[in-house]
């Protein structure tokens, strides 16, 4: 028989932190290419990676960021540069599944063991019919103002058939 305490954590308390965890694109790493040599553990890198946004469908976004190799790098230890770059287009008809918030997150990706992180948030420009998406690095004490944007004009999709 399950107690009080344990009827409480399954029942009330995991769905309630399953709402506090925000939804976030997950990335499908497409290529790399080397930018430095290491004698030990891999080469930097920068890679290119793809995701859709979640809240979205029709509007692909693909990144380029570097990333430390040598052996701290290998191991996951290395903090990676706050270079970054995006772009995003649309590629079917867009479609909005749910409310947007300004500035919501779209993805997220930890670039180091601690305290730092790349984040894409995205806005949406109503007058101008356009999705922007913002990439930028924070960290726990400082962050970097290296940013890159992309944005996507909501256009009418036409398949024309054959």
Known sequence: MKSHWTQLLIYW????????????????????????FKLLGPDDKIVIEAFDDPKISGVACHMSRAKKGGVTGGLGLATDLSNASIACRQIGPVEIHEPLKAGEEVFSKSTSILFKKLHVVRFLDKKRQTIIYLVYSDKLIEGSPKNSISTVPIMPWRVEKP
């Open 13 to 36: 308390l995991l769905p309630l932190c399953a709402l506090l965890i925000p939804i976030s694109a997950t990335a499908e790493l497409i290529g790399s290419v080397d930018t430095a």
